[in-house]
């Protein structure tokens, strides 16, 4: 009993994502220094006598503290970069493979939606702007993700700047963007498991989740898959990545949820695998949905290569799920492999949902890998192989002592 609990822990090994949270003050909740007003002054311009705990500023920054007109998660502390605001904070490379960011932007006003609230993270040798889009979920603030990148090349410090985009809606200073909340996870290197040739196949590796925003995290498109931060997979249009704590995710902790948007504009994740042409290869994945109220006719394409198959199930928005196993030839080496939703529908609050996707598996049809990836998995097979020989000859031995 003992060795096969021993053997069940080899074999299942935890997934190895490490996250730590990286930077000082990341919520806000540590209040500027020499404020002389009352803190409940829903917004404290910071001035050059202030300090703000673990972060350098400067322009038009002010101290936000969440009431009536402003809504946050948590305990409700952020700031509102104006005109030429800016904050930074640098944190220390502790050699994890690379970073990924996760953290909320609002308006502070009802009134300022798609495109008029925005802001520019910046982390070292690139930029990205992030707008409102107030579509894909009830709250008024949003959570992005963004990641910062891979510093192989032994930079010590790194520096994460934040600054306020102008937009066209400049004249309502209510519409300056709002932010709080930076995540920062350390991520290793990508892990194969078992003979599934993809990698973060159940999506557990990707940005971190703030634990009380019940809105998952919006994921925009990325082609390159070295700068998406769900590892290994490239997005599609726009995807939520969901929490088994505030939605049904079919295993573990996470999955996607495919949120399409503007008609025959895709909703997906694609990955790029090295296969054999001409060769069998079977495709298993799980479809659901988020338990968000998403009902409609989902209907998922799955495609490998030039081959196209959909998965369609009809959806009553109360978490269920299937699992579901295609068949592929290869027609091509290198191939890519994507799942994508292409129809919109919405929640009963009208925003956009969609089909969720989880555990991810693809092999050869004749059960055996014709590559394999990495070292870790030869020495995975190898190790399980002597541990199921030590069981057999173990089981034996005390069959014969009886
Ligand atoms: C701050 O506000 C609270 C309640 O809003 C009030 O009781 C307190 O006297 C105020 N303090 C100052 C210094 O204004
Ligand atoms: C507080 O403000 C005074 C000037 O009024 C300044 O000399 C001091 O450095 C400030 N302290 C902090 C912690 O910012
Ligand atoms: C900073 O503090 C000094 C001394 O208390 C004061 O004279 C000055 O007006 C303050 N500056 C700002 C921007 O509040
Ligand atoms: C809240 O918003 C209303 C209308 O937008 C405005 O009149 C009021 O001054 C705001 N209150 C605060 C404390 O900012
Ligand atoms: C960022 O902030 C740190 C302190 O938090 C400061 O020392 C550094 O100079 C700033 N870096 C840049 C590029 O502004
Ligand atoms: C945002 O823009 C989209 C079109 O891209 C539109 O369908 C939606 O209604 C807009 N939402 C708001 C809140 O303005
Ligand atoms: C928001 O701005 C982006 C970039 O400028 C643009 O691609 C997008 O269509 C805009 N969306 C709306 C709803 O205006
Ligand atoms: C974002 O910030 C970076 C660094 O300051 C800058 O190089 C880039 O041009 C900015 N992008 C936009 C769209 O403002
Ligand atoms: C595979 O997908 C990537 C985007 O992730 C794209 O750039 C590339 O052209 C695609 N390759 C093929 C063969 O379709
Ligand atoms: C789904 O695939 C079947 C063939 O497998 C095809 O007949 C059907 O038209 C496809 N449906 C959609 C919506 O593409
Ligand atoms: C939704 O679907 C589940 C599973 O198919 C079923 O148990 C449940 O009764 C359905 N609910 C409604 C409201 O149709
Ligand atoms: C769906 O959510 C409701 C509450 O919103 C919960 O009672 C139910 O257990 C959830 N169902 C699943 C399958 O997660
Ligand atoms: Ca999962």
């Not at 074999?11 to 990341?26: D, E, F, Q, T």
């Not at 299937?322 to 068949?327: N, Q």
């Amino acid at each position: 009993m003992a060795l096969r609990m021993l053997l069940l822990f080899f074999v299942l090994k935890p997934i190895a994502v490490s996250s730590a949270n990286i930077l000082k003050n990341p919520d806000f909740e540590s209040p500027p220094t020499n404020i002389t007003t009352n803190t409940t002054t829903p917004f404290l311009l910071l001035g050059r006598n202030n300090t703000l705990p673990g972060w350098s500023f400067s322009g038009t920054v002010q101290y936000v503290t969440s009431g009536p007109n402003i809504s946050l998660p948590g305990n409700g502390h952020a700031v509102q970069l104006g005109p030429g605001g800016k904050i930074n904070q640098t944190f220390k490379d502790t050699g994890f493979y690379y970073y990924v960011l996760t953290f909320i932007l609002a308006p502070a006003s009802e009134d300022c939606y798609n495109n008029s609230t925005a802001v520019n993270v910046t982390a070292p040798g690139r930029s990205k702007v992030f707008y409102l889009e107030r579509r894909y979920g009830r709250e008024m603030w949003e959570s992005h993700a963004y990641s910062l990148g891979n510093f192989a090349d032994e930079r010590n410090l790194i520096n994460l700047e934040i600054q306020s985009v102008p937009t066209n809606a400049d004249s309502n200073v209510r519409c300056w963007p709002v932010v709080d909340t930076f995540l920062i996870s350390g991520i290793e290197s990508p892990k194969f498991y078992g003979d599934n040739m993809v990698a973060n196949s159940g999506f557990e590796v990707g940005p971190s989740f703030i634990r009380n925003s019940p809105e998952g995290i919006l994921l925009d498109e990325e082609p390159d898959y070295i700068q998406s931060v769900l590892q290994q997979w490239t997005v599609l249009g726009t995807v939520k990545y969901i929490d088994s704590r505030h939605f049904s995710v079919p295993k573990e902790k996470a999955a996607v949820e495919l949120v399409s948007g503007a008609a025959l504009a895709p909703s997906g994740i694609l990955t790029s695998l090295t296969l054999t042409k001409g060769s069998k290869y079977v495709m298993e994945f799980t479809m659901g949905d988020a338990n968000d109220s998403c009902v409609g006719d989902f209907i998922v394409y799955a495609q490998v290569g030039m081959t196209i198959q959909n998965v369609t199930m009809r959806s009553n928005g109360t978490g269920t799920a299937h699992r579901h196993s295609l068949m592929f030839k290869a027609d091509s080496g290198l191939t890519n492999i994507s799942l994508a939703s292409f129809n919109e529908s919405q929640t009963s609050e009208h925003m956009l949902c969609g089909p969720v996707i989880d555990s991810v598996v693809f092999h050869s049809s004749l059960g055996l890998r014709p590559k394999l990836h990495e070292a870790v998995l030869i020495s995975n097979v190898f190790f399980s192989l002597a541990m199921l020989l030590m069981a057999r000859l173990f089981c034996e031995d005390y069959h014969f002592k009886r």
